[in-house]
């Protein structure tokens, strides 16, 4: 499974950030993952990019068939 474990809206020197925590859980383990994005004017889409940024850490591992 893949969920989101936790998500933060912080300030890091002057800039607002969106930091998700996602984890996911096969049969072999659970894995961590974090990803951050910049917030500009809309949190939402700051807090999407922080997620999608965190899966990108997995694109490395998944091998083609």
């Known amino acids: 499974g893949l969920g989101v ?3 933060d ?4 020197g002057s800039r607002r ?5 996602v984890v996911i859980v096969s049969e072999t383990g659970e894995r961590m993952l ?3 994005a910049y917030v500009d004017d ?3 889409r700051a807090v999407v990019r922080s997620v999608l940024d965190a899966m ?5 591992d ?3 068939p």
Request: avoid cysteine.
């Open 5 to 7: 474990s936790s998500m």
């Open 56 to 60: 990108n850490r997995l694109l490395p």
């Open 62 to 64: 998944i091998k083609a």
């Open 17 to 21: 950030l969106a930091i998700a925590q």
């Open 42 to 44: 809309d949190e939402s």
């Open 34 to 36: 974090i990803g951050s």
């Open 9 to 12: 809206l912080t300030t890091l």
